[in-house]
């Protein structure tokens, strides 16, 4: 691993926050579209629903936070390049998912026409097969030492699976209708939402050579911003528009959904956010680092706290 | 690794194929009730899905080739259980999978109804791919070298992919109602159902020491291998009896999918899965191993290519 920033970090670190994001999100774009097979290979439907599902959308929050927390432990750039895509792959197909008429049944995400509504069911769900299969393809191809590449895999693999995101959701479904504690509430949406956030944040800093109190730091920014994400998620599903969001407001309400919202207020939920950004700020402050370092880090978890969308 | 084999594989050397197949199931069983969530836990629905779609059914001819491609290295039997469990998840899952409304709309699998039956359409999709992601976190915990458990991944990710049984059931969706020439039909059936075969005897080989011309051979064994259970299971839609199968036979000519009875006819399609078996069984004594060595698989191609259901 690098003891110095290399070049490319030098460079980025004048950048504005809106700057960075751009120049990471141009990247990600750029290796994502290399990454995920042709369209005009067969099988052509496939291909093309899952660069549909994945290219030319998103804010790329998680591959954000991957590059973020490599710079702070001077991983390199290519090595967090897997980082980012298994983890956007994984919530990309997600997403696919999720929006089929079985699940939350959506027309519409990132202002576009949801996956299945673009192409079929079948492929839909066939494309988050395939780029399940693809996330865990990169991971293995990242330019790390064999024991910190096989980390990679197991931190993705359970943040993907039951002690994870498809266990929030299976959560989520049970839930349906019914009364949550603040407690039950909190344990869906850090399985839900909240295991790949962090999976981005920690797999990021475990493609560098991260020392374990720098990594026990991170994993309670990981934990805090991941949750603050879910909470945000759901002031916004009730305070913003559909132009805002890119997909239907609202549907939680509708659904009969339990929110932060529905279960906490709106004040409340929101002072809950700012705790949580709070922690995250801490524990930043807990990894010893210089501020450059923990800089990027820092401005994505006041982002995510303060979106509009 | 170990180079002599292992007490347990010196028990089980005198035992008929029927015996040897039979501890072999008892041992998969056992370890996959282990390594699946308890329906105890929460959530409780999803991990009793992901149970239902796993244990106590199936021939389990995956785990069964790669233990015996395990035996035929000296492979530790520890060590194969995690590449049993991981292909036969990723099976299961694509079972699951397949069966939805939106795929195949099937009821009945292995004389017990499909999981979005027993549950929902939403949990099996859940249960799926959950069990995907299990299937990566069973193989970084297989005791081998970092860079031999590296390589299973990789494997296990190309033959679920776009590359493999994605891409194969993607091209049979493309497919559905269109004549394909026996090459496409081919092609389409070595990503669909091959390559998962396949995998599951070069995983098991990859969890012991393999020589690169024993892996070789290995490589044509599985390919032929691969081949020739899609062949005879399109043999047997034909043919076989419901109680047989288990599932509902003659549901391919009822789709109009094209298979290698109505591409070749069944005469063809016969001798075809015969001469599949000859190349399995020369590429075995390509090995150049000892007939006590590749005894096993051996007799697995037999069975293939001779069941009845």
Known sequence: MPQTPPQATRELA??????????HQDRFELRA????????QEPAELHAAMRYAVLDGGKRIRPLLAYAAGELVLASVEAVDHVAL???FV??????????????DDVLRRGKPTVHVAYSEATAMLAGDALQAQAFAELVQTPIAAQARL???????SAAGTAGMCGGQALDLAAEGRQLSVAQLEQMHRLKTGALLRAAVLMGAGAGDTPPPVMAALERYASAVGLAFQIVDDILDVEASSAELGKTPGKDQAQNKATYVTVLGL????????QLLAEALAALHDTGLPAARTQRLLELAELIVARRS
Chains 1, 2 share one sequence.
Do not use: F, K
């Not at 919530?91 to 939350?104: E, F, G, I, K, T």
């Open 14 to 23: 004048g950048l504005t926050l809106a700057q960075w994001m751009r120049a």
């Open 33 to 40: 579209s290399a990454a995920l097979p042709q369209p005009t």
């Open 86 to 88: 298994a983890v956007e």
């Open 91 to 104: 919530h990309a197909y997600s997403l696919v998912h999720d929006d089929l008429p079985c699940m939350d």
């Open 151 to 157: 980390a990679l895999v197991r931190e993705l693999a």
């Open 267 to 274: 004040a409340a939920a929101r002072a809950r956010a700012s």
